[in-house]
């Protein structure tokens, strides 16, 4: 069985999706509150890895959270970008799973998924 880690908004009607897939598929998953305890360096590293062809794709573009940003993306470093993700968990594209430690998976995709895990 794979160890998934799966950080979510409770809100989030596409983390709720993600979170119904994966149980209807048994997977088990530790649950964290993306709000409360945003994805450590370790994992937004990894995700700016996996997501070089373009930065913007770790960000949660359609919240309030970064409608409300003035900053060009872009123009940010990579620790500034992590500095900026760590300071809002709002603003991390979600769900964010990281799965075994190695991969990270933003949003969600019935297809990805199951690429990923079946």
């Known amino acids: 069985m794979k160890k998934i880690i799966f950080y979510s908004y409770l809100k989030c009607s596409t983390c709720k ?3 119904k897939w994966l149980k209807n598929k048994e ?3 530790q ?3 993306i709000v409360k305890e945003p994805p450590n360096v370790i994992y937004l590293n990894l995700a700016l890895e996996q997501y070089s062809d373009d930065k913007k794709k770790i960000f949660n573009t359609r919240g309030k959270s970064f409608k409300t940003l ?3 993306i872009y123009g940010l470093s990579r620790e500034e970008i992590i500095q900026l993700l760590l300071s809002d968990g709002k603003l991390i594209k979600r769900p964010f799973l ?3 430690g190695k991969k990270v998976i ?3 995709n019935e297809i990805e998924y199951a690429k990923q895990f079946i």
Request: proline share 0%.
């Open 17 to 19: 999706k993600a979170a």
């Open 27 to 29: 997977f088990e998953f």
């Open 31 to 33: 649950l964290i509150d």
């Open 70 to 72: 003035d900053v060009d």
């Open 98 to 100: 990281v799965c075994e």
């Open 106 to 108: 933003l949003g969600f």
